[in-house]
């Protein structure tokens, strides 16, 4: 039989921060699986979300969507974008035969990881396009600040 061996307090540290980070891996990812399916009467619009000039841009399309049917705020860490279709009818006595453009309300919900400032966001719609940029907040980390020791009279 062999003899057992000691794991190293550091490979220990190591251990337990390595499992801390795969934890937090599968909880990012059950969170996509737990992502909401829209309700009847519901829709969900694409949405491509990229880094830009030290911006998080989000765009979103949403034809034939006008500014004021569309709602976009920052809340608890999320941008939420949400907005509603009306429902269309066929003009005069027609009717439809077939309705594949999708209507009623929509929700989407964007995870903001970075430190951003949302003071400076912006939201524009053009061409059925709903673009929302938030600037990123300077990067604090690394940066050194001095702290002045005092001498203290004897």
Request: hydrophobic fraction near 40%; glycine fraction near 6%; aromatic fraction near 4%.
């Amino acid at each position: 039989m062999a003899p057992l061996r000691r794991i190293p307090p550091d490979s220990l540290s190591d251990l337990a921060a390595l499992q801390r980070e795969v934890n937090q891996l599968i909880e990012r990812l059950a969170a996509f699986e737990r992502a909401e399916r829209p309700e009847p009467g519901e829709w969900s619009p694409s949405v491509d979300v990229f880094d830009c000039r030290g911006c998080m841009v989000v765009v979103a399309e949403v034809p034939g969507l006008l500014p004021d049917s569309l709602h976009v705020v920052v809340r608890d860490d999320e941008l939420v974008l949400s907005g509603e279709r009306r429902e269309r009818r066929a003009p005069g006595s027609a009717a439809f035969l077939c309705m594949e453009r999708p209507q009623g309300r929509f929700v989407r919900a964007i995870p903001l990881d970075h430190a951003l400032d949302v003071r400076g966001a912006t939201a524009r719609l053009a061409r059925g396009l709903l673009t929302v940029t938030i600037p990123r907040l300077k990067e604090r980390r690394g940066r050194e600040t001095v702290i002045p020791v005092e001498r203290e009279e004897e």
